[in-house]
């Protein structure tokens, strides 16, 4: 395997995996909310932490890889950001009440899209070199 084909093979990945989480991202909080069935089998505290550690992992991996590429540190932020309110959504169990879960889950998942459209946005930027080189020193 030659290292363009690596290369290409890891973008398309990434790009997978984004659009995946993307559609994760804005239909789970509509899915727990709607589905009284779906919502009690993701109540489960082993089925929540591993969806959020995959969502997590992906979204690195996703982020990390735009970042190699366009060096902008705002999606890292963003994402970053994301990520700790789902933390804290995590962290602070289901004690405080169904409004202040579906909050912390739904303003992490914003962050992250917004991290996310951004990554696009900048790679996009980057597909002519000199669009790149002009708006940001490297």
């Known amino acids: 395997m030659n290292l363009t084909s690596f290369s290409f093979k890891k973008g398309y990945l990434a790009y997978i995996l984004s659009i995946t989480c993307l559609f994760h991202c804005i239909l789970t909080p509509f899915l ?81 899209i917004a991290s996310y459209y951004f990554n696009h946005r900048f790679l996009n930027c980057c597909h002519s070199e000199s669009a790149c080189d002009n708006t940001h020193p490297h």
């Open 32 to 112: 727990l909310v709607a589905s009284p069935l779906m919502g009690h089998f993701f109540e489960s505290l082993w089925i929540e932490l591993s969806v959020l550690s995959f969502s997590m992992l992906c979204g690195v991996l996703i982020i990390f890889t735009g970042y190699c590429k366009h060096k902008r540190i705002h999606t890292c932020c963003l994402f970053a950001l994301g990520t700790f309110f789902w933390i804290l959504h995590a962290l602070l169990g289901h004690d405080h009440g169904v409004m202040s879960d579906l909050f912390l889950l739904s303003l992490g998942s914003c962050f992250v």
